[in-house]
Protein backbone atom coordinates (compact mmCIF):
# COMPACT_ATOMS: atom_id res chain seq x y z
CA UNK A 1 0.00 0.00 0.00
CA UNK A 2 1.06 3.47 -0.80
CA UNK A 3 0.00 6.06 1.78
CA UNK A 4 1.10 9.18 3.30
CA UNK A 5 -0.28 11.48 5.61
CA UNK A 6 1.99 15.07 5.96
CA UNK A 7 1.01 17.75 8.19
CA UNK A 8 3.07 20.83 7.23
CA UNK A 9 3.38 25.06 6.55
CA UNK A 10 3.17 25.79 2.73
CA UNK A 11 6.39 27.46 1.58
CA UNK A 12 4.92 29.49 -0.93
CA UNK A 13 1.60 29.92 -3.40
CA UNK A 14 0.62 26.74 -5.14
CA UNK A 15 1.59 27.48 -8.94
CA UNK A 16 -1.20 26.30 -10.39
CA UNK A 17 -1.66 25.47 -14.81
CA UNK A 18 -4.19 24.29 -17.29
CA UNK A 19 -3.82 22.10 -19.86
CA UNK A 20 -6.00 20.33 -22.06
CA UNK A 21 -7.67 20.82 -24.95
CA UNK A 22 -9.99 23.52 -23.60
CA UNK A 23 -6.87 24.42 -20.56
CA UNK A 24 -9.94 22.89 -18.46
CA UNK A 25 -7.49 20.15 -16.23
CA UNK A 26 -5.77 21.92 -13.63
CA UNK A 27 -2.45 20.89 -12.01
CA UNK A 28 -0.78 22.48 -8.95
CA UNK A 29 2.19 22.47 -7.00
CA UNK A 30 3.59 23.53 -4.03
CA UNK A 31 6.14 22.50 -1.36
CA UNK A 32 5.09 21.46 2.23
CA UNK A 33 7.76 22.40 4.60
CA UNK A 34 7.05 19.41 7.47
CA UNK A 35 8.50 19.26 10.74
CA UNK A 36 10.51 16.77 11.89
CA UNK A 37 9.53 14.57 15.09
CA UNK A 38 12.84 14.03 16.70
CA UNK A 39 15.72 16.57 15.74
CA UNK A 40 19.46 15.85 15.68
CA UNK A 41 21.91 18.53 16.49
CA UNK A 42 23.29 20.56 13.45
CA UNK A 43 20.60 18.93 11.35
CA UNK A 44 17.68 20.02 9.36
CA UNK A 45 14.55 19.83 11.63
CA UNK A 46 11.75 20.33 8.73
CA UNK A 47 11.89 18.03 5.33
CA UNK A 48 10.33 20.16 2.39
CA UNK A 49 8.08 17.67 0.18
CA UNK A 50 7.04 18.63 -3.30
CA UNK A 51 2.96 17.91 -3.16
CA UNK A 52 1.37 18.01 -6.95
CA UNK A 53 -2.47 18.28 -6.58
CA UNK A 54 -5.03 17.42 -9.83
CA UNK A 55 -8.29 18.28 -11.28
CA UNK A 56 -10.61 19.80 -8.17
CA UNK A 57 -7.79 19.29 -6.06
CA UNK A 58 -5.65 21.77 -7.50
CA UNK A 59 -8.46 24.32 -8.35
CA UNK A 60 -9.05 24.13 -4.25
CA UNK A 61 -5.37 24.83 -3.81
CA UNK A 62 -5.33 27.69 -6.28
CA UNK A 63 -8.72 29.02 -4.15
CA UNK A 64 -7.56 28.06 -0.66
CA UNK A 65 -4.29 27.60 -0.18
CA UNK A 66 -1.42 30.40 0.64
CA UNK A 67 2.12 30.38 1.75
CA UNK A 68 2.42 29.80 5.58
CA UNK A 69 -1.36 27.71 5.78
CA UNK A 70 -0.58 24.38 8.14
CA UNK A 71 -2.85 21.98 6.35
CA UNK A 72 -3.08 17.92 6.44
CA UNK A 73 -2.20 16.16 2.78
CA UNK A 74 -2.82 13.08 2.39
CA UNK A 75 -1.83 10.86 -1.02
CA UNK A 76 1.06 8.93 -2.23
CA UNK A 77 4.33 8.79 -3.05
CA UNK A 78 5.70 8.33 -6.60
CA UNK A 79 9.18 9.08 -8.04
CA UNK A 80 10.52 9.70 -11.10
CA UNK A 81 13.58 10.99 -13.45
CA UNK A 82 14.36 13.30 -15.99
CA UNK A 83 17.17 14.64 -17.34
CA UNK A 84 17.93 18.11 -16.94
CA UNK A 85 19.75 20.20 -19.36
CA UNK A 86 23.54 19.32 -18.51
CA UNK A 87 22.84 15.74 -19.30
CA UNK A 88 22.38 14.29 -15.70
CA UNK A 89 20.08 12.33 -14.70
CA UNK A 90 17.62 13.49 -12.18
CA UNK A 91 15.70 11.63 -9.58
CA UNK A 92 11.76 12.87 -7.92
CA UNK A 93 9.95 12.08 -5.05
CA UNK A 94 6.83 13.96 -4.54
CA UNK A 95 3.19 13.34 -2.96
CA UNK A 96 0.40 12.96 -5.45
CA UNK A 97 -2.53 15.08 -3.18
CA UNK A 98 -5.81 12.69 -3.21
CA UNK A 99 -7.11 14.92 -0.23
CA UNK A 100 -5.80 18.35 1.44
CA UNK A 101 -7.39 19.46 4.35
CA UNK A 102 -6.62 22.53 6.81
CA UNK A 103 -4.92 22.17 9.96
CA UNK A 104 -5.61 25.45 11.70
CA UNK A 105 -7.85 28.24 11.63
CA UNK A 106 -7.69 31.43 9.25
CA UNK A 107 -6.56 33.50 11.71
CA UNK A 108 -3.47 31.40 12.79
CA UNK A 109 -1.48 31.15 9.72
CA UNK A 110 -1.05 34.79 9.39
CA UNK A 111 -4.24 36.80 9.56
CA UNK A 112 -6.61 38.19 12.19
CA UNK A 113 -5.48 36.62 15.68
CA UNK A 114 -7.85 34.38 17.06
CA UNK A 115 -9.37 36.04 20.13
CA UNK A 116 -8.60 33.02 22.68
CA UNK A 117 -6.00 30.17 22.22
CA UNK A 118 -8.64 27.08 21.09
CA UNK A 119 -10.06 29.66 17.69
CA UNK A 120 -13.21 30.37 19.46
CA UNK A 121 -14.48 33.85 20.04
CA UNK A 122 -15.86 34.87 23.53
CA UNK A 123 -19.93 34.27 24.11
CA UNK A 124 -20.27 37.23 26.43
CA UNK A 125 -22.52 37.57 29.86
CA UNK A 126 -24.94 34.42 29.30
CA UNK A 127 -28.58 34.77 31.53
CA UNK A 128 -29.10 33.55 34.69
CA UNK A 129 -32.15 32.29 34.45
CA UNK A 130 -31.45 29.55 31.34
CA UNK A 131 -32.57 25.93 32.41
CA UNK A 132 -28.71 24.88 31.68
CA UNK A 133 -26.87 27.11 33.24
Known amino acids: ?8 RLTRDPE ?13 KYTLAVERRFKREDDDNADFVGITAFGKGAEFSEKYLHKGMKIAVI ?27 FVESKGAAGGKPDSTPD ?4 VGDIPEDLPFN
Open 1 to 8: MNKVLLIG
Open 119 to 122: GFDP
Open 16 to 28: VRYSGENNDKAVA
Open 75 to 101: GRIQTGTYTNKDGQKVYTTDVIADEQE
